[in-house]
Protein backbone atom coordinates (compact mmCIF):
# COMPACT_ATOMS: atom_id res chain seq x y z
CA UNK A 1 0.00 0.00 0.00
CA UNK A 2 3.06 2.46 0.91
CA UNK A 3 4.95 1.92 -2.07
CA UNK A 4 1.24 2.22 -4.26
CA UNK A 5 0.91 5.63 -2.71
CA UNK A 6 4.49 6.82 -3.58
CA UNK A 7 4.26 5.82 -6.92
CA UNK A 8 0.28 7.78 -7.25
CA UNK A 9 2.37 11.00 -5.66
CA UNK A 10 4.80 10.42 -7.89
CA UNK A 11 2.58 9.99 -11.22
CA UNK A 12 0.14 13.10 -9.83
CA UNK A 13 3.60 15.18 -9.47
CA UNK A 14 4.88 14.59 -12.98
CA UNK A 15 1.18 15.44 -14.24
CA UNK A 16 1.47 18.60 -12.49
CA UNK A 17 4.64 19.79 -13.43
CA UNK A 18 4.41 18.69 -17.20
CA UNK A 19 1.31 20.85 -16.85
CA UNK A 20 2.45 23.82 -15.56
CA UNK A 21 5.51 23.27 -18.19
CA UNK A 22 3.15 23.36 -21.05
CA UNK A 23 1.01 25.99 -19.59
CA UNK A 24 3.95 27.97 -19.75
CA UNK A 25 4.27 28.71 -16.32
CA UNK A 26 8.27 28.04 -15.44
CA UNK A 27 9.07 31.15 -18.19
CA UNK A 28 10.77 34.23 -17.39
CA UNK A 29 8.83 37.25 -18.57
CA UNK A 30 11.63 39.88 -19.18
CA UNK A 31 9.08 42.99 -20.33
CA UNK A 32 10.04 44.67 -23.82
CA UNK A 33 8.34 46.72 -26.37
CA UNK A 34 10.62 48.93 -28.71
CA UNK A 35 7.46 51.84 -29.22
CA UNK A 36 5.61 54.00 -27.06
CA UNK A 37 2.12 53.60 -24.98
CA UNK A 38 -0.18 56.38 -26.16
CA UNK A 39 -3.14 55.98 -24.61
CA UNK A 40 -5.36 52.97 -22.80
CA UNK A 41 -9.18 53.25 -23.54
CA UNK A 42 -10.93 52.04 -20.23
CA UNK A 43 -14.86 52.76 -21.27
CA UNK A 44 -15.39 49.15 -22.39
CA UNK A 45 -14.94 45.68 -20.78
CA UNK A 46 -13.21 42.97 -22.54
CA UNK A 47 -12.41 44.32 -25.49
CA UNK A 48 -11.64 40.60 -27.06
CA UNK A 49 -11.48 40.80 -31.12
CA UNK A 50 -10.53 43.77 -33.27
CA UNK A 51 -10.67 44.67 -36.67
CA UNK A 52 -10.37 47.34 -38.81
CA UNK A 53 -11.57 48.70 -41.80
CA UNK A 54 -8.47 49.92 -44.15
CA UNK A 55 -10.37 51.83 -46.06
CA UNK A 56 -11.98 54.40 -43.34
CA UNK A 57 -9.86 53.39 -40.31
CA UNK A 58 -12.66 52.38 -38.64
CA UNK A 59 -11.80 50.05 -35.71
CA UNK A 60 -14.44 47.53 -34.76
CA UNK A 61 -14.32 46.50 -30.83
CA UNK A 62 -15.85 43.20 -29.69
CA UNK A 63 -16.59 43.97 -26.32
CA UNK A 64 -18.47 42.00 -23.46
CA UNK A 65 -18.24 41.69 -19.54
CA UNK A 66 -16.53 38.91 -18.60
CA UNK A 67 -15.77 39.07 -14.97
CA UNK A 68 -19.53 38.78 -12.42
CA UNK A 69 -17.86 41.70 -10.22
CA UNK A 70 -18.49 44.08 -13.64
CA UNK A 71 -21.74 43.30 -14.33
CA UNK A 72 -24.21 46.14 -14.74
CA UNK A 73 -21.12 48.53 -15.14
CA UNK A 74 -20.57 48.38 -18.66
CA UNK A 75 -22.89 47.84 -22.06
CA UNK A 76 -21.61 44.76 -24.20
CA UNK A 77 -21.66 45.17 -27.76
CA UNK A 78 -19.46 46.45 -30.66
CA UNK A 79 -17.64 49.71 -30.26
CA UNK A 80 -16.14 51.77 -33.28
CA UNK A 81 -12.85 53.86 -32.39
CA UNK A 82 -11.88 56.27 -35.68
CA UNK A 83 -8.56 56.09 -35.73
CA UNK A 84 -7.85 59.34 -37.83
CA UNK A 85 -9.96 61.33 -35.71
CA UNK A 86 -9.49 59.70 -32.26
CA UNK A 87 -11.56 60.18 -29.22
CA UNK A 88 -13.12 57.44 -27.32
CA UNK A 89 -14.71 54.53 -28.87
CA UNK A 90 -18.24 54.70 -28.98
CA UNK A 91 -20.92 52.16 -28.77
CA UNK A 92 -22.53 51.39 -31.85
CA UNK A 93 -26.76 50.96 -32.40
CA UNK A 94 -27.61 47.77 -33.77
CA UNK A 95 -31.30 46.40 -34.26
CA UNK A 96 -30.61 42.79 -33.02
CA UNK A 97 -33.88 41.71 -30.99
CA UNK A 98 -32.02 39.71 -27.75
CA UNK A 99 -29.40 39.67 -25.50
CA UNK A 100 -26.07 40.43 -27.67
CA UNK A 101 -22.41 39.39 -25.68
CA UNK A 102 -20.07 39.59 -28.63
CA UNK A 103 -16.82 37.53 -28.82
CA UNK A 104 -15.11 37.11 -32.27
CA UNK A 105 -15.38 39.15 -34.92
CA UNK A 106 -15.22 39.30 -38.47
CA UNK A 107 -15.73 42.21 -41.51
CA UNK A 108 -16.19 41.30 -45.04
CA UNK A 109 -16.61 44.69 -47.54
CA UNK A 110 -18.38 43.62 -50.60
CA UNK A 111 -19.76 45.93 -53.28
CA UNK A 112 -19.10 48.44 -51.06
CA UNK A 113 -21.14 47.49 -48.63
CA UNK A 114 -19.51 46.43 -45.11
CA UNK A 115 -20.87 43.88 -43.22
CA UNK A 116 -19.44 42.68 -39.40
CA UNK A 117 -19.62 38.64 -38.66
CA UNK A 118 -20.26 38.23 -34.76
CA UNK A 119 -20.43 35.07 -32.61
CA UNK A 120 -22.65 35.84 -30.01
CA UNK A 121 -23.49 33.85 -26.93
CA UNK A 122 -26.68 34.28 -24.85
CA UNK A 123 -29.72 32.73 -22.77
CA UNK A 124 -30.94 30.90 -25.91
CA UNK A 125 -27.57 29.67 -27.22
CA UNK A 126 -24.35 30.29 -29.09
CA UNK A 127 -24.63 32.10 -33.14
CA UNK A 128 -22.78 33.67 -35.72
CA UNK A 129 -24.90 36.74 -36.09
CA UNK A 130 -24.65 38.62 -39.61
CA UNK A 131 -24.55 42.81 -39.37
CA UNK A 132 -24.44 45.31 -41.88
CA UNK A 133 -23.07 48.28 -41.00
CA UNK A 134 -24.40 52.12 -42.51
CA UNK A 135 -22.20 54.62 -40.93
CA UNK A 136 -23.71 54.99 -37.79
CA UNK A 137 -25.65 51.72 -37.12
CA UNK A 138 -25.62 47.79 -37.51
CA UNK A 139 -28.97 46.48 -38.96
CA UNK A 140 -29.16 42.30 -38.16
CA UNK A 141 -30.01 40.65 -41.06
CA UNK A 142 -29.11 37.09 -39.88
CA UNK A 143 -28.26 33.97 -37.07
CA UNK A 144 -26.86 31.36 -37.64
CA UNK A 145 -26.09 27.84 -35.48
CA UNK A 146 -25.66 24.32 -35.15
CA UNK A 147 -26.14 21.70 -32.88
CA UNK A 148 -22.85 20.85 -33.33
CA UNK A 149 -20.94 24.12 -32.46
CA UNK A 150 -21.42 24.36 -29.36
CA UNK A 151 -18.41 26.32 -28.14
CA UNK A 152 -17.93 29.03 -31.27
CA UNK A 153 -14.79 31.57 -30.41
CA UNK A 154 -13.89 33.54 -33.65
CA UNK A 155 -15.26 33.40 -37.24
CA UNK A 156 -13.70 34.84 -40.75
CA UNK A 157 -16.12 35.31 -43.43
CA UNK A 158 -15.46 34.93 -47.15
CA UNK A 159 -18.97 35.80 -48.37
CA UNK A 160 -22.25 37.03 -47.47
CA UNK A 161 -23.22 33.90 -46.61
CA UNK A 162 -20.16 31.88 -46.01
CA UNK A 163 -17.65 31.49 -43.29
CA UNK A 164 -15.75 29.75 -41.23
CA UNK A 165 -15.64 29.84 -37.17
CA UNK A 166 -14.12 27.96 -34.93
CA UNK A 167 -15.54 25.60 -31.87
CA UNK A 168 -12.61 25.77 -29.72
CA UNK A 169 -14.31 22.89 -27.54
CA UNK A 170 -16.18 19.52 -27.57
CA UNK A 171 -18.11 20.12 -24.72
CA UNK A 172 -19.66 23.22 -23.76
CA UNK A 173 -19.47 22.46 -19.93
CA UNK A 174 -19.21 20.04 -17.07
CA UNK A 175 -16.52 17.63 -16.45
CA UNK A 176 -15.57 17.02 -20.08
CA UNK A 177 -14.41 20.29 -20.46
CA UNK A 178 -12.13 20.50 -17.96
CA UNK A 179 -10.75 17.40 -19.04
CA UNK A 180 -10.49 18.44 -22.35
CA UNK A 181 -7.68 21.54 -21.10
CA UNK A 182 -6.23 19.67 -18.07
CA UNK A 183 -5.49 16.08 -19.79
CA UNK A 184 -5.04 17.82 -23.26
CA UNK A 185 -7.74 15.86 -25.24
CA UNK A 186 -8.25 17.51 -28.51
CA UNK A 187 -11.99 18.09 -29.39
CA UNK A 188 -11.84 21.40 -30.72
CA UNK A 189 -12.51 21.96 -34.89
CA UNK A 190 -13.27 24.21 -37.58
CA UNK A 191 -16.82 24.38 -39.01
CA UNK A 192 -17.54 25.83 -42.73
CA UNK A 193 -21.04 27.46 -43.36
CA UNK A 194 -21.23 27.46 -46.92
CA UNK A 195 -24.66 29.00 -47.48
CA UNK A 196 -27.04 26.01 -46.49
CA UNK A 197 -25.28 24.20 -43.81
CA UNK A 198 -22.29 23.77 -41.10
CA UNK A 199 -19.99 20.97 -42.03
CA UNK A 200 -16.41 19.75 -39.61
CA UNK A 201 -13.79 20.55 -42.11
CA UNK A 202 -10.79 20.29 -39.56
CA UNK A 203 -9.89 18.79 -36.48
CA UNK A 204 -9.60 17.71 -33.66
CA UNK A 205 -7.70 19.96 -31.68
CA UNK A 206 -6.25 21.53 -28.23
CA UNK A 207 -8.98 24.37 -28.28
CA UNK A 208 -9.11 26.29 -31.38
CA UNK A 209 -9.28 29.41 -31.11
CA UNK A 210 -8.04 32.51 -33.89
CA UNK A 211 -9.07 32.30 -37.32
CA UNK A 212 -7.97 34.27 -40.22
CA UNK A 213 -7.07 34.07 -43.72
CA UNK A 214 -4.63 35.77 -46.19
CA UNK A 215 -6.06 38.69 -48.53
CA UNK A 216 -6.56 37.03 -51.56
CA UNK A 217 -8.73 34.10 -49.54
CA UNK A 218 -6.49 31.14 -50.50
CA UNK A 219 -4.64 30.56 -46.90
CA UNK A 220 -6.59 29.69 -43.73
CA UNK A 221 -4.60 30.32 -40.34
CA UNK A 222 -5.33 28.64 -37.07
CA UNK A 223 -4.70 29.46 -33.60
CA UNK A 224 -4.69 26.65 -30.78
CA UNK A 225 -4.21 27.93 -27.72
CA UNK A 226 -3.16 25.24 -25.21
CA UNK A 227 -1.07 23.17 -27.76
CA UNK A 228 0.42 26.79 -28.76
CA UNK A 229 0.10 26.00 -32.70
CA UNK A 230 -0.10 28.02 -35.48
CA UNK A 231 -2.24 25.73 -37.88
CA UNK A 232 -1.84 27.00 -42.21
CA UNK A 233 -4.21 25.74 -44.71
CA UNK A 234 -4.95 25.64 -48.14
CA UNK A 235 -8.49 26.90 -48.77
CA UNK A 236 -10.32 24.60 -51.99
CA UNK A 237 -13.27 25.78 -53.68
CA UNK A 238 -15.49 23.83 -51.90
CA UNK A 239 -14.65 25.49 -48.63
CA UNK A 240 -12.52 22.45 -47.63
CA UNK A 241 -9.35 22.82 -46.00
CA UNK A 242 -5.82 21.10 -46.79
CA UNK A 243 -3.34 21.19 -44.17
CA UNK A 244 0.30 22.79 -45.08
CA UNK A 245 2.53 23.65 -42.15
CA UNK A 246 1.89 23.53 -38.51
CA UNK A 247 4.11 26.03 -36.08
CA UNK A 248 5.10 25.44 -32.75
CA UNK A 249 5.33 28.69 -31.32
CA UNK A 250 5.51 27.92 -27.88
CA UNK A 251 3.09 30.15 -26.40
CA UNK A 252 -1.30 30.15 -25.58
CA UNK A 253 -2.15 32.20 -28.84
CA UNK A 254 -5.15 33.38 -29.26
CA UNK A 255 -6.45 36.19 -32.54
CA UNK A 256 -4.94 36.41 -35.56
CA UNK A 257 -4.87 39.92 -37.45
CA UNK A 258 -3.24 39.98 -40.80
CA UNK A 259 -2.13 43.49 -41.85
CA UNK A 260 -2.51 45.14 -45.33
CA UNK A 261 1.48 43.74 -45.91
CA UNK A 262 -0.03 40.41 -45.29
CA UNK A 263 2.02 39.66 -42.11
CA UNK A 264 0.05 38.30 -39.59
CA UNK A 265 -0.27 40.01 -35.68
CA UNK A 266 -0.68 37.06 -32.95
CA UNK A 267 -2.10 38.05 -29.12
CA UNK A 268 -0.88 35.72 -27.04
CA UNK A 269 -1.29 34.08 -23.11
CA UNK A 270 3.02 33.00 -22.36
CA UNK A 271 1.29 31.60 -18.72
CA UNK A 272 -2.30 30.08 -18.93
CA UNK A 273 -2.22 29.39 -15.32
CA UNK A 274 -1.69 32.83 -14.63
CA UNK A 275 -4.35 33.61 -16.99
CA UNK A 276 -6.70 31.46 -14.95
CA UNK A 277 -5.89 33.28 -11.61
CA UNK A 278 -6.52 36.57 -13.65
CA UNK A 279 -9.82 35.79 -14.74
CA UNK A 280 -10.71 34.94 -11.08
CA UNK A 281 -9.04 38.13 -9.74
CA UNK A 282 -8.52 40.99 -11.67
CA UNK A 283 -5.21 41.67 -9.41
CA UNK A 284 -3.31 38.63 -10.17
CA UNK A 285 -2.17 40.25 -13.30
CA UNK A 286 -1.59 38.28 -16.71
CA UNK A 287 1.14 38.72 -19.12
CA UNK A 288 0.54 39.99 -22.39
CA UNK A 289 2.26 39.33 -25.64
CA UNK A 290 2.14 40.31 -29.12
CA UNK A 291 4.04 37.89 -31.97
CA UNK A 292 4.51 39.60 -35.46
CA UNK A 293 5.19 37.01 -38.60
CA UNK A 294 6.45 38.38 -41.78
CA UNK A 295 6.12 35.58 -44.45
CA UNK A 296 9.24 34.02 -45.69
CA UNK A 297 8.10 31.54 -48.08
CA UNK A 298 4.98 29.17 -49.05
CA UNK A 299 3.17 27.95 -45.95
CA UNK A 300 6.04 29.91 -43.61
CA UNK A 301 6.61 32.53 -40.96
CA UNK A 302 9.31 34.63 -39.59
CA UNK A 303 8.47 35.45 -35.88
CA UNK A 304 9.29 38.75 -34.23
CA UNK A 305 8.06 38.64 -30.29
CA UNK A 306 6.93 42.66 -30.82
CA UNK A 307 5.12 43.06 -26.92
CA UNK A 308 5.84 41.58 -24.00
CA UNK A 309 4.48 42.51 -20.66
CA UNK A 310 4.20 41.24 -17.28
CA UNK A 311 1.01 41.96 -17.41
CA UNK A 312 0.99 45.28 -15.06
CA UNK A 313 0.87 47.48 -18.07
CA UNK A 314 -2.29 44.95 -19.89
CA UNK A 315 -3.28 41.45 -18.46
CA UNK A 316 -4.54 38.51 -20.33
CA UNK A 317 -3.84 40.14 -24.45
CA UNK A 318 -5.96 38.37 -26.92
CA UNK A 319 -5.89 40.60 -30.29
CA UNK A 320 -3.51 42.88 -31.75
CA UNK A 321 -4.18 45.32 -34.78
CA UNK A 322 -1.13 46.89 -36.60
CA UNK A 323 -1.98 50.02 -39.13
CA UNK A 324 0.20 52.91 -40.14
CA UNK A 325 3.30 52.25 -37.15
CA UNK A 326 0.60 52.34 -34.26
CA UNK A 327 -0.52 49.10 -32.57
CA UNK A 328 -3.62 48.08 -30.44
CA UNK A 329 -3.93 45.16 -28.34
CA UNK A 330 -7.28 44.01 -26.51
CA UNK A 331 -7.51 42.13 -23.52
CA UNK A 332 -10.09 38.99 -22.44
CA UNK A 333 -11.62 40.52 -19.62
CA UNK A 334 -10.24 43.86 -18.32
CA UNK A 335 -11.74 47.78 -19.66
CA UNK A 336 -8.41 47.91 -21.28
CA UNK A 337 -7.39 48.62 -25.24
CA UNK A 338 -3.80 49.81 -25.64
CA UNK A 339 -2.66 52.10 -28.29
CA UNK A 340 0.84 52.39 -28.71
CA UNK A 341 3.13 53.92 -31.56
CA UNK A 342 5.90 51.29 -32.88
CA UNK A 343 9.33 52.87 -33.22
CA UNK A 344 9.96 52.83 -36.96
Known amino acids: MKEFLIILLLVVGFFLIKTFYQAGQFKSIDPHFDGRVTQVYRNMAGPEDL ?3 YQTGNL ?3 SATRRKSNAGNNIDGIYLLNIERGGL ?8 QGEFHPHGISLLRKDSVLYLFVVNHNNKGDFVELFRYSKTSLEHL ?12 DVIATDIDK ?14 RLLEDYLRIPRASIFYFGGQEFNKVAGPFNYANGINMSADKSQLYLTTTISNLLVIYEVKEDGSLQQKNIL ?3 TGLDNIDVDEAGNLWIAAHPKLIDYLQHAKDSTNYAPSQVLKLT ?10 EIYLDDGSEISASSTAVYYRNELFIGVVLDNSLLRATIAD
Open 51 to 53: QLD
Open 60 to 62: FIS
Open 89 to 96: PILVPHNY
Open 142 to 153: NSYSSEDMCCPN
Open 163 to 176: FYVTNDHGAKAGIM
Open 248 to 250: NLG
Open 295 to 304: PSDDYNFDVD
